[in-house]
């Protein structure tokens, strides 16, 4: 690295080299900040509907709806989720000049949560299914937003001790 044909010292080189590595972490704390109040509303009223939804997909004949209108539902709600994290992606980037993820979280706390969301969301309707007791899906659709407020407190706690 050389500038107007002059070599930097060791110790430049190690305080530009410092520099380049606060810079980086600076932009993945950024990064880790907490979703927008609007949207993390939105991600836990999804995750506490995804059971109920599941269960009229999965319940042997029709409960409370036909399956059809269940599918519908399913297939609505998402396109809505998946529509406003884009902009809320969007809008976190225009703001602040990084992106939105969650891969900077804590793998103690992401892994878990990505293997046992799912099992609790789908476990619940297959449960319903077989037991046909609607306090399955109750239980996980209340389960699923604890998570996802205590995510979201855990989130802003992340960016409260990086700040």
């Not at 980086?24 to 509303?41: Q, V």
């Not at 009229?56 to 539902?73: H, N, Q, S, T, V």
């Not at 789908?122 to 604890?146: H, M």
């Amino acid at each position: 690295m050389e500038t107007n044909g002059v070599r930097p010292t060791p110790a430049q080189a190690r305080s530009a080299l410092a520099d380049t590595e606060r810079v980086s972490a600076s932009a993945a704390e950024l990064s880790a900040t907490p979703w927008p109040t609007w949207f993390f509303i939105t991600l836990t009223l999804y995750v506490a509907a995804l059971p109920i939804t599941y269960g009229g997909i999965a319940a042997d004949g029709d409960w409370l709806l036909p399956r059809p209108a269940w599918l519908g539902i399913m297939l609505a709600i998402t396109a809505v989720y998946a529509a406003l994290l884009a902009i809320a992606a969007r809008a976190w980037h225009d703001r602040t000049g990084v992106a939105l993820r969650l891969d900077v979280l804590p793998k103690r706390a992401t892994v878990p949560l990505a293997v046992g969301l799912p099992v609790l969301l789908v476990g619940a309707a297959f449960a319903f299914r077989v037991t046909g007791r609607p306090g399955w899906l109750l239980a996980a659709s209340l389960i699923g937003a604890a998570v996802s407020v205590g995510f979201h407190l855990a989130f802003v706690r992340l960016h409260r001790k990086s700040a």
